[in-house]
């Protein structure tokens, strides 16, 4: 549980830095930032997802330090090959250069610091990785507001960021040097390379082509209204991803980590058991959070976003809301179903799906004269759709609910949705968005507990009798 307070206390720090940075920079410079570090993010999937995700797959206590030591040397050579990457961006990347030179280094630093949180989480070592969390976050609250304000440029703020993963990164790789844990592989690097591919390269292929998916969107914004109306956008997508993301990465830190002791100790169909009660978990919080973001967001506007970014804001929201509740179901509740049993490329085959739905519908839009913010919401809904649909497919029985999830979910939801359109009407005040937001949760929370939705009441029983 402490992995995941760590986790969550983080994301909301980061959370609140964007919307500060945003205020302070304005649309256009945020935008210029937004996507340098969208294509940052990108770049660290690509190179180094599948170091994190093989270390929070197969290392644990038991293995000792070999794996750890064998990741780390793939992860030196690669990053040898990033800076030389990021020397030839500063040398050529003409206008805006210095932005560009520090996209590789931030990815490199980000994909550190994410390593070594992977393996804190592997060894459920909760008090490591929340340290870990404290201290990135801790650098990033002083340094981005400050240089946000004093230099009011993407290069500074991106930089400023650079700096604190640099920072907490190497405060970690001292830590992890005094207690001995990068000792040398003692096996053969290249077979035991080949084997991790096999799980993560599938994977990482996935996530590179929803985050292509993503990035494009955000491109296509700047290519169509300009960078001020790509900060606009950027800010609200953000919104969204972080949001679900978030809660859903909270949930997988508390509840994959089990399936994946229950498939070490206890077999396979063991794994498949608790990740099918784990999707249901899942699937019982991000809903509700999707139709109350809805009812809310005209509300939240204008305590979170600078005048600037009013307007387009909750309308982009609304527009991204139902396809990326849709990937965050993807990713948290489906994906574990083949993960657990190293079965990962029909994930590559389901992101394509949707990346291939999402350009025809890109092509259809303009017969259909539609403007920008459906397009959105139509390209990333239909794509989300079609990957999940493909997903089932492979899954099978096991990624439906059980027998009346359903019906008790819709319940639970129609309890929420009445008290917050009860309180709407009331004003548009703080007092009114609280009350909205802690109504319409515990009338969820009393329904779900009622009719005991994801099997909350049994849990609750069961931890009370232990």
Not at 41 to 51: A, G, H, M, N
Not at 213 to 240: E, H, I, N, P
Request: proline letters at 4%; hydrophobic letters at 65%.
């Amino acid at each position: 549980m402490l992995m995941s307070a760590a986790f969550l206390a983080s994301a909301l720090i980061q959370f609140a830095l964007g919307l500060v940075v945003a205020w302070v920079l304005g649309a256009a410079e945020f935008g210029a930032y937004a996507l340098a570090l969208a294509a940052a993010v990108l770049v660290q999937t690509i190179v180094f997802e599948w170091i994190r995700l093989s270390a929070t797959r197969f290392h644990h206590g038991e293995d000792g330090n070999r794996l750890a030591g064998l990741l780390m040397r793939y992860f030196t050579r690669i990053t040898a090959g990033l800076l030389v990457v990021a020397l030839l961006l500063l040398v050529f990347g003409e206008v805006r250069r210095w932005l560009l030179c520090v996209i590789p280094l931030v990815a490199v630093a980000a994909g550190f610091v994410d390593f070594r949180a992977a393996l804190l989480r592997a060894e459920f070592n909760q008090r490591g990785y929340a340290l870990l969390m404290l201290l990135r976050n801790l650098l990033a609250i002083i340094l981005l507001p400050l240089a946000a304000w004093h230099f009011g440029s993407a290069e500074a703020v991106l930089a400023a960021f650079l700096l604190a993963l640099v920072v907490s990164a190497a405060a970690i790789e001292f830590a992890f040097r005094r207690r001995g844990s990068l000792a040398s592989p003692d096996a053969q690097p290249m077979a035991d390379l080949r084997a991790l591919l096999r799980y993560s390269g599938p994977i990482v292929a996935t996530n590179c082509v929803y985050l292509a998916l993503f990035f494009a969107l955000r491109s296509a914004v700047a290519l169509t209204g300009g960078m001020a109306a790509a900060g606009q956008f950027s800010l609200a997508f953000d919104f969204v991803t972080k949001l679900f993301t978030t809660i859903g990465t909270a949930i997988d830190l508390a509840l994959f980590q089990l399936a994946v002791r229950a498939a070490r100790d206890e077999g396979d169909g063991a794994g498949k058991a608790r990740v099918a009660v784990n999707a249901e978990i899942v699937a019982a919080i991000l809903l509700p959070m999707a139709v109350g973001l809805f009812l809310v967001v005209s509300l939240l506007e204008e305590f979170l976003v600078a005048p600037a970014f009013r307007g387009p804001f909750s309308t982009f929201v609304m527009a991204a809301v139902p396809g990326i509740a849709l990937y965050a179901l993807i990713q948290y509740a489906l994906h574990p179903f083949l993960q657990i049993v190293h079965r990962t490329m029909p994930l590559v085959h389901a992101a394509m799906a949707g990346f291939v739905v999402a350009g025809l519908l890109a092509l259809a839009m303009p017969i259909f004269g539609l403007a920008l913010v459906p397009a959105i919401f139509w390209g990333l809904a239909g794509a989300m759709l079609a990957a999940m649909l493909v997903l089932i497919r492979h899954i099978g029985r096991a990624a439906l609910p059980s027998p009346g999830f359903a019906g008790r979910l819709m319940l639970a939801l129609a309890g929420m949705i009445g008290v917050v359109l009860v309180i709407r009407p009331l004003g548009q005040g703080p007092g009114v968005l609280t009350a909205a937001i802690t109504g319409g949760a515990a009338t969820f929370a009393a329904v779900a507990l009622l009719v005991d939705l994801a099997g909350l009441r049994t849990w609750l029983r069961a931890r009370k009798a232990a």
